[in-house]
């Protein structure tokens, strides 16, 4: 009786631990799964009435976001080019690497803060969200798909696989049928990417009135919040760190077949002028500009004080002196306060990782 005792309060212990473990490791996504404006940011761009995020969109939008299904050799997902960890961007790569191991036209943007877009891409090709995946898909030397055979494939895996990766019951999930459409995958996906908000990082407790005596901001990256205000905030204005805009910024012509805004408008005044990026988790997402050609901050800030060209659409910001003038001590001072926008919440968010 005594060993029948003890053998019944072993297993009800080990059972106990087996499913708090499990509970650990599979929280209840319904409690973490809300679009929220953080306090410090405008109101979104985005119309989350047409598209209110749900629990089961955003799920269905992360399954198809790493998915390989979405590329022609079903090696390439959207996860290939945008890595959480470095702010979803390709880290380390110029150009990012598309199927086939070919190289794209341009270094991957990161993917944060995409309700307050007003466009995208490097050249504002594409004007909403919803259609964003179309291009990367569609494209080449990217996913090399079309989207017709991405929405078949999905569709064929309709009692073939577990639940978790049987599409259309997914899909009857978030939007209550099995049909899966153009509108339905599209708007699954901006679910995710709307949730990539990165608004946590020691700045914005700075701002907020949130740091602690651990996280607040240093005296010396306070001094560079107050140079990149003087110096940089022109173009990389308001919470976003981006108004958004196109400029040219003096590069040294790299690919002349690229010329930035101008492939969309075809206006000579557009040549070579590529979208402001926004700079939250700079620090995580070299290399730098449209091309990659910069590997670190020190080398951003170098082109800024000694290298702009001139040409007939650069920047009028940059026009009557061609270089910004910053010292040494000032430009360590910038890049340290550029390192207070890294938001290590959002770089290390479960819910926005691959499964």
Not at 50 to 60: D, K, S
């Given at each position: 009786?005594?060993?029948?005792?003890?053998?019944?309060?072993?297993?009800?212990?080990?059972?106990?631990?087996?499913?708090?473990?499990?509970?650990?490791?599979?929280?209840?996504?319904?409690?973490?799964?809300?679009?929220?404006?953080?306090?410090?940011?405008p109101t979104p761009v985005y119309d989350l009435k047409?598209?209110?995020?749900?629990?089961?969109?955003?799920?269905?939008g992360r399954k198809l976001f790493y998915t390989g299904m979405l590329s022609r050799d079903g090696n390439i997902s959207c996860g290939s080019c945008h890595a959480q960890t470095s702010g979803f961007t390709q880290h380390g790569h110029d150009l990012?690497?598309?199927?086939?191991?070919?190289?794209?036209?341009?270094?991957?943007?990161?993917?944060?803060?995409?309700?307050?877009?007003?466009?995208?891409?490097w050249d504002g090709g594409v004007f909403h969200l919803d259609l964003f995946a179309i291009a990367p898909i569609e494209a080449d030397n990217?996913?090399?798909?079309?989207?017709?055979?991405?929405?078949?494939k999905l569709r064929?895996?309709?009692g073939l696989q577990s639940p978790k990766t049987d599409y259309p019951l997914l899909f009857e999930k978030a939007f209550g049928t099995k049909e899966i459409t153009t509108d339905r995958f599209l708007k699954a996906l901006s679910q995710f990417q709307l949730m990539c908000i990165s608004a946590n990082s020691r700045y914005d407790k700075h701002v907020r009135n949130e740091s602690t005596q651990e996280n607040k901001l240093t005296t010396q990256e306070l001094e560079g919040l107050e140079?990149?205000?003087?110096?940089?905030?022109?173009?990389?204005?308001t919470t976003l760190f981006t108004d958004q805009s196109y400029?040219?910024?003096g590069l040294k012509v790299g690919n002349p077949n690229d010329t930035g805004r101008h492939r969309i408008t075809q206006n000579e005044e557009d040549k070579f002028k590529f979208k402001v990026p926004s700079l939250r988790n700079v620090e995580v997402t070299r290399p730098y500009m449209h091309d990659g050609r910069f590997r670190n901050l020190e080398a951003v800030l170098d082109h800024y004080t000694d290298g702009i060209q001139d040409s007939?659409?650069?920047?009028?910001?940059?026009?009557?002196?061609?270089?910004?003038?910053?010292?040494?001590?000032?430009?360590?001072?910038?890049?340290?306060?550029?390192?207070?926008?890294?938001?290590?919440?959002?770089?290390?968010?479960?819910?926005?990782s691959e499964f």
């Open positions: 009786m005594k060993k029948y005792f003890l053998y019944k309060t072993l297993l009800v212990f080990t059972i106990s631990i087996l499913f708090f473990s499990c509970q650990k490791e599979d929280p209840n996504p319904k409690e973490k799964i809300e679009f929220k404006t953080p306090s410090n940011f047409e598209n209110p995020v749900t629990v089961e969109g955003f799920e269905l990012s690497h598309g199927i086939d191991d070919q190289l794209t036209l341009r270094n991957s943007l990161p993917i944060q803060n995409l309700a307050w877009s007003k466009n995208f891409f990217e996913m090399g798909e079309t989207l017709p055979n991405v929405l078949q064929d895996t309709e140079l990149f205000e003087q110096n940089c905030s022109n173009c990389h204005s400029r040219n910024n007939e659409t650069l920047d009028e910001s940059l026009k009557a002196k061609l270089k910004i003038e910053l010292n040494q001590e000032e430009k360590e001072a910038i890049i340290a306060f550029l390192k207070t926008l890294t938001d290590e919440d959002f770089l290390n968010n479960p819910i926005l």
